[in-house]
């Protein structure tokens, strides 16, 4: 694979989930990719996801990033996770109507075998750097999955084994 080959990554339909969810009419609906050894989505975001004028929220910037950041565990990982925490640098704004490309990165282990550092960065069209962030994340097996996810754990497993081949 070479490195600006896009490898597409399936997502679950029906769900809620805010930032990739199909079913939330007011959610991001991300879809995800992989290209090299990241995870990537390009998104443009419009009117209602602004902060000040033109310029996009900065908790919507935060949550790309950290589902980018996310989707680069599940898919390089292979395991459910939680975000334990994150840092976001917002180095220039974001403006809405413009098309931007999210990539994230694994980048260590934080210290246990049950924890992960990742990175993201949020570029617009011109290749700008606008935000980053970096996160640690708990990784989590199917045996210590959290009760209130406990419903969910056979559409995550499967989810899991149906992504492309590392």
């Known amino acids: 694979m070479t490195a600006e080959e896009k490898v597409m990554i399936p997502k679950p339909s029906g769900y809620n989930c805010f930032a990739c969810g199909t079913a939330n009419p007011i959610g991001l609906n991300l879809n995800f990719?992989?290209?090299?050894?990241?995870?990537?989505?390009?998104?443009?975001?419009?009117?209602?996801?602004?902060?000040?004028?033109?310029?996009?929220?900065?908790?919507?910037?935060?949550?790309?990033?950290?589902?980018?950041?996310?989707?680069?565990?599940?898919?390089?990982?292979?395991?459910?996770?939680?975000?334990?925490?994150?840092?976001v640098k917002y180095l220039r704004p974001v403006p809405v109507v413009t098309p931007l490309k999210i990539k994230g990165r694994l980048m260590e282990?934080?210290?246990?075998?049950?924890?992960?550092?990742?990175r993201a960065e949020m570029r617009d069209s011109d290749g700008n750097l606008l935000a980053i962030s970096s996160g640690e994340f708990v990784l989590i097996g199917k045996e210590e999955m959290p009760p209130a996810l406990e419903g969910s754990k056979r559409e995550i497993y499967t989810l899991i084994e149906s992504l492309p081949p590392l």
Do not use: P, Q
Request: with cysteine; net charge neutral.
């Open 109 to 118: 282990a934080a210290g246990s075998d049950s924890r992960v550092k990742v």
């Open 33 to 87: 990719y992989r290209s090299g050894d990241s995870v990537c989505s390009e998104i443009t975001l419009g009117m209602y996801h602004m902060g000040w004028d033109n310029i996009a929220h900065g908790g919507i910037i935060s949550t790309i990033l950290d589902e980018v950041m996310s989707w680069t565990i599940l898919y390089f990982r292979r395991t459910f996770f939680l975000t334990r925490k994150m840092e």
